[in-house]
């Protein structure tokens, strides 16, 4: 399959740019809800427009009454969120939790789905337990009680959680912490006793949540997938993550680079435009590559995760690390190149900077994916 | 199944009955790739057989036109071709500049009669072409070169010097970068080919730090060139020089390059790696590698439909051999005091210590990085003053 989109796969690129750059664009969404101190930290009447586009469905099967496209579509929405800024629930709800969804029993699925589908409802995922991403090892703990299960643990960096109406929350129903088996993943709904949620605003302006379980009583219909045998939905779910948050980090960067070619081709000093300085030239064309090479790391992923091939994982990281890596370098040349002006809360240059950072922790930042790349490869 | 399964599985039988098992190892030395050419002494049978028998069907050049000596494949079946070739390790038949470089510009530029004539010698590996473009005074400032043909009517004389002519005294012919019009700088050079034989033709190998001699120094004493060896119209050689360097440029940048899925930490791990900050380079390098060969297959697929921007050989060009360079590096770090070894034979008469050297050159020859960033700044970002 040649690395380049599709003509379908264009036209979705086309109504996305349009659709994000209008209705997503940064005064309308991210300066709006954050300067209203809202506390989802994004606008539901977007999410419902999102739903109306079938983004929301993009991965849920045609059967399930979604558009039952890959990765690669996704991707496209997500380049346009990210060169938006565009806060919305659509990685952790329509890529993640949508791929666990995937796995799950045909009532859970049709309990959830739906108002996905409708852009009513919003999932978040909680994975995390500390400040860094460690998915090898989680300390949650599911014991069977009775007809289900009991829930006792913490999660960290959930990402809309106090917004979500159902979590995915991963859990270890047998084994040690650093076991590979013995993961279950569950659909917790949000109201359910002994679930509790501290929000905070991150530096992004997005909200996530410190979650707590403390005696969480499920049904055991509230499995995604199998006991113990949770590990490779759970994998399914965090490839989905990376590459959706690998894509969403090459809209940042081009963002970022398009706003600051654009300032070196207006702002004059010394007389010159200062695109005029070679100093300056020499480092966005270097700026231009890396980016143009994190796009095409991140299309190969998505193409082989949407192929099913076994390269898929390796590249997932190379991805994710290499769009990690572009867009840090886009924001900080941004912000430097910007001068004085890039220090103000006025200008957008920042905003890039701080999404940037958050995307970067967000399913496992450059080095944790750049060792997994050493470890794939047998070093 | 698909008219190109069926081609993929016509091609896989064909290499399978054709291409010779030697030819199916990895090249480990500089000659074991074949270059071909009138003075070429083939390695082993199986290298002859193996070009002579791709040549018979056009497979030198698989998307060449079958009229010029390709076998005509469009971009999917040449895509086809490349992962058949892949899969079963097969060596390029054929190593050529007259492939890589000159082919595309004469197939462009090139008269009817010069891409039968010329195409079809390269196709079959008979001619063996060098590049005539930087001089002593002209690096990269190209187009100042000062190489001078004077028009006598039916033919030019042409005198000056060139360097950096890579294989200058192993090659046929040379495609050249004359001067025309002493009065017109990017529009007085004209694009000339001729034979290495012709009198007034000499070379001078220059020793590397390497320690060998892959650049020759060419010198033209009154070298007689008839009119019909020109490409392009007359003092248009620019264009074609431009055209042709983005060829050059794609070709260094390892953009085809068939083999980077071996990482080179998994290489360097086959000895123990214990430092903890080397293995840490080596991910951030494997990371950086695995993205670029993405870029390489993306670059390719868009170039065969037009959809790649015209300078994007340049960006292809800098961060490809700024990768290879670091690759290097990394090799040359992982390998510790053996990599240092210059003429043992454990170290293979010190190939790697000698190809660290050699990379060094990827970020100078056909354009330096600091040109190809100019490029990128003019012609991609379109920035002032660039």
Redesign the interface.
């Known amino acids: 399959m040649?690395?380049?989109h599709t003509e379908d796969q264009a036209m979705l690129a086309d109504t996305a740019r349009q659709f994000m750059g209008e209705e997503g664009a940064i005064a309308k969404q991210l300066r709006h809800w954050r300067d209203t101190n809202c506390k989802d930290g994004f606008g539901h009447g977007l999410w419902k427009q999102f739903a109306e586009l079938g983004f929301t469905g993009i991965l849920v099967g045609e059967a399930d009454g979604g558009l039952g496209m890959g990765h690669v579509e996704a991707g496209i929405v997500l380049e346009e969120i990210g060169r938006n800024l565009t806060p919305s629930p659509f990685l952790t709800s329509s890529v993640m939790a949508a791929t666990a969804l995937g796995s799950a029993s045909a009532d859970l699925r049709g309990r959830w789905l739906p108002g996905l589908l409708t852009g009513d409802s919003v999932f978040a995922v909680a994975v995390d337990e500390g400040p860094k991403h460690r998915p090898e090892r989680i300390k949650t703990r599911a014991e069977r009680a009775g007809n289900g299960f009991k829930l006792n643990g913490a999660k960290a960096f959930v990402l809309h959680g106090g917004s979500a109406d159902m979590l995915v929350v991963a859990a270890r129903t047998a084994g040690l912490d650093d076991d590979d088996a013995g993961i279950t993943l569950f659909a917790v709904p949000k109201d359910v006793a002994g679930l509790s949620q501290d929000k905070v605003r991150l530096v992004d302006s997005s909200m996530a949540t410190h979650v707590k379980l403390d005696n969480v009583t499920l049904d055991a219909d509230a499995v995604i997938g199998e006991v113990d045998g949770g590990r490779e939905v759970l994998n399914r779910m965090l490839q989905a993550g990376r590459v959706g948050a690998a894509a969403e980090s090459v809209g940042v960067a081009a963002g970022a680079f398009d706003m600051t070619?654009t300032y070196?081709?207006q702002r004059k000093q010394f007389g010159?435009?200062i695109?005029?300085f070679?100093s300056l030239?020499?480092r966005?064309?270097?700026l231009?590559?890396e980016v143009?090479?994190?796009r095409?790391?991140t299309?190969?992923?998505q193409q082989l995760l949407d192929g099913g091939s076994v390269r898929a994982d390796?590249?997932v990281?190379?991805?994710k690390?290499?769009a990690g890596?572009a867009a840090s370098l886009a924001v900080k040349e941004g912000v430097q190149m910007h001068g004085g002006i890039g220090m103000t809360d006025e200008y957008d240059i920042g905003l890039y900077m701080k999404r940037d950072r958050a995307l970067a922790e967000f399913m496992g930042d450059?080095y944790y994916?750049?060792?997994r790349?050493?470890r794939l490869?047998?070093? | 199944m698909s008219d190109l399964d069926a081609f993929r599985a016509e091609i896989r039988a064909w290499l399978e009955e054709n291409c010779p098992p030697e030819m199916r190892e990895p090249a480990r030395e500089e000659d074991d790739a074949c270059w071909g050419g009138r003075n070429f002494k083939f390695k082993n049978e199986a290298q002859k057989q193996w070009l002579e028998r791709c040549a018979a069907k056009g497979y030198t050049v698989p998307d060449w036109p079958k009229a010029y000596g390709g076998a005509g494949m469009n971009a999917a079946q040449a895509k086809v071709w490349r992962e058949e070739m892949h899969r079963i390790n097969a060596r390029a038949p054929l190593s050529s500049f007259g492939i890589w470089m000159l082919g595309p510009a004469l197939l462009k530029f090139g008269t009817e009669e010069q891409k039968v004539h010329y195409l079809g010698q390269i196709a079959r590996g008979e001619i063996r072409w060098c590049q005539g473009y930087s001089e002593p005074g002209s690096g990269s400032d190209l187009v100042s070169l000062q190489t001078f043909g004077e028009d006598k009517g039916d033919h030019w004389v042409v005198n000056g010097q060139k360097i950096w002519t890579s294989y200058a005294n192993k090659a046929d012919w040379i495609f050249c970068l004359v001067r025309t019009d002493k009065g017109n700088k990017y529009q007085g050079i004209s694009f000339l080919l001729f034979d290495m034989t012709t009198p007034g033709v000499s070379t001078k190998p220059i020793l590397l730090i390497s320690g060998s001699s892959p650049f020759c120094e060419t010198f033209f004493d009154n070298v007689v060139v008839p009119k019909d060896q020109i490409v392009g119209e007359l003092n248009c050689g620019w264009d074609v020089a431009k055209y042709l360097l983005g060829h050059e440029r794609e070709m260094i940048s390892g953009a085809g390059g068939n083999d980077r899925l071996n990482t080179i930490g998994a290489v360097l791990n086959r000895a123990g790696l214990e430092d903890p900050l080397l293995r840490a380079d080596l991910a951030q390098f494997d990371v950086d590698a695995l993205a670029f060969s993405a870029m390489g297959e993306k670059f390719l697929d868009e170039i065969k439909v037009g959809k790649a921007h015209p300078a994007q050989p340049n960006m292809m060009k800098y961060a490809g051999t700024e990768l290879n360079k670091r690759r290097y590096e990394l090799l040359m770090a992982g390998g510790g005091s053996a990599s240092l070894e210059w003429e043992s034979e454990a170290s293979d008469g010190g190939a790697r210590a000698r190809t660290w050297l050699r990379t060094k050159a990827n970020s100078i020859e056909g354009g330096t990085s600091e040109v190809m960033l100019n490029v990128i700044s003019k012609r991609i970002l379109d920035l002032p003053g660039a």
């Open positions: 040649p690395l380049y070619t070196l081709k010159r435009l695109g005029e070679q030239q020499h966005a064309a270097h231009y590559s143009e090479i994190a095409a790391a299309i190969k992923a390796l590249m990281s190379v991805a690390a290499k890596k450059q994916h750049a060792d790349v050493a490869s047998g070093y």
